[in-house]
């Protein structure tokens, strides 16, 4: 059996996805592995140059007619492993050296880990925040109100959300340089284990984009697997190469809220579109007086999304 199928969703990202790929060929040839591209109806060029590498041996290649967002289009490419683990990998990061037989053999000597990440950096070697905790009432309430921003709060209250390492209000933060469990990691470096996939099934289609990967977690921690953050290795990881920003805010509040619609008790949805709601009236706030006018519309819109 192959070790490791390694699948990529690409949605117009044709240059970015290039660099992906010739990283994965560069870093990662001693692999047993197989790569599995997915594009979503891509119009900026990707589709004609995936033809040409799908010729290419252990590169599988599927073109949808339509944008099947993260969940839907990853479901089609794990449906083609046949491995022991499968990795997702967005089209927006790449590899700087080598390390995924390093990281396979980590999951061989922890079979309770079913799923894990590894570090995210940005391009300048900063560290990137990833990964988090579910998104309780109180969390969803620390993050919306910029609580678990305040220094040093942040260890404290496990957020949702993470802030980034670069919040210049935040000195000291060293919860990205140390290997511990968390209750989800972000679906940009995505490590499963096929046995867990088969067990738990696949990604949730109702998920468009955004916290599709914190279902997953909660249903693999639900049936007793760990979830793991392993900063010991670490990609590059650009962010945002397939959307806008204001996008990628609706999709997330929908992606909570239909988090909350199927995990959590009846009661709790109403007071969660309270703190939505009033997080997006303090943002309005506090990003008029930062004079970032775009960001301050983009949650005025969102006060009246459903």
């Known amino acids: 059996m192959t070790k490791l199928t390694?699948?990529?969703?690409?949605?117009?990202?044709?240059n970015l996805l290039k660099k992906c790929i010739n990283s994965i060929e560069k870093f990662c040839k001693s692999t047993n592995s197989k790569l599995v591209i997915v594009d979503n109806a891509s119009t900026d060029g990707s589709v004609a140059y995936l033809k040409k590498i799908g010729k290419r041996k252990n590169i599988s290649i599927i073109l949808n007619k339509q944008n099947l967002g993260f969940a839907g289009a990853n479901n089609l490419g794990i449906n083609k492993a046949n491995s022991e683990y499968v990795l997702l990998l967005n089209s927006d990061t790449y590899f700087k050296n080598k390390f995924l037989g390093e990281?396979?053999?980590?999951?061989?000597?922890?079979?309770?880990?079913?799923?894990?990440?590894?570090?995210?950096?940005?391009?300048?070697?900063?560290i990137q925040a990833t990964g988090g905790y579910f998104p309780s009432l109180?969390?969803?309430?620390?993050?919306?109100?910029?609580?678990?921003?305040?220094?040093?709060?942040?260890?404290?209250?496990?957020?949702f959300h993470p802030h980034s390492p670069k919040n210049p209000i935040y000195k000291g933060d060293h919860q990205y340089t140390k290997k511990k469990q968390l209750d989800w990691v972000t679906g940009a470096f995505f490590l499963m284990?096929?046995?867990?996939?088969?067990?738990?099934?696949?990604f949730d289609e109702n998920y468009f984009m955004y916290t599709e990967e914190t279902d997953y977690c909660y249903r693999a921690k639900k049936a007793g697997w760990q979830v793991w953050f392993l900063p010991t290795w670490?990609?590059?990881?650009?962010?945002?190469?397939?959307?806008?920003?204001?996008?990628?805010?609706?999709?997330?509040?929908?992606?909570?809220?239909?988090?909350?619609?199927?995990h959590y008790p009846r009661w709790q949805?109403?007071?969660?579109?309270?703190?939505?709601k009033l997080g997006s009236?303090?943002?309005?706030?506090?990003?008029?007086?930062?004079l970032d006018r775009k960001t301050a519309m983009?949650?005025?819109?969102l006060l009246l999304y459903d």
């Not at 880990?113 to 900063?126: P, R």
């Not at 969390?139 to 496990?158: C, R, S």
């Not at 284990?193 to 696949?202: A, F, T």
């Open 6 to 14: 390694i699948i990529i969703i690409s949605y117009n990202t044709k």
């Open 103 to 126: 990281l396979t053999d980590w999951m061989d000597k922890n079979p309770l880990a079913g799923i894990s990440s590894c570090g995210l950096s940005n391009q300048d070697g900063s």
């Open 138 to 159: 109180f969390k969803v309430a620390t993050w919306m109100l910029f609580i678990d921003d305040i220094p040093y709060l942040n260890n404290l209250i496990k957020p």
């Open 193 to 202: 284990r096929k046995k867990m996939i088969n067990e738990i099934g696949l």
């Open 234 to 262: 670490s990609i590059v990881h650009l962010g945002g190469a397939s959307g806008n920003q204001e996008r990628s805010f609706q999709l997330e509040y929908k992606g909570v809220k239909r988090f909350y619609k199927k």
């Open 269 to 276: 949805y109403p007071l969660l579109l309270v703190f939505l």
């Open 281 to 290: 009236l303090v943002r309005i706030f506090v990003f008029s007086i930062l």
């Open 298 to 301: 983009i949650y005025q819109k």
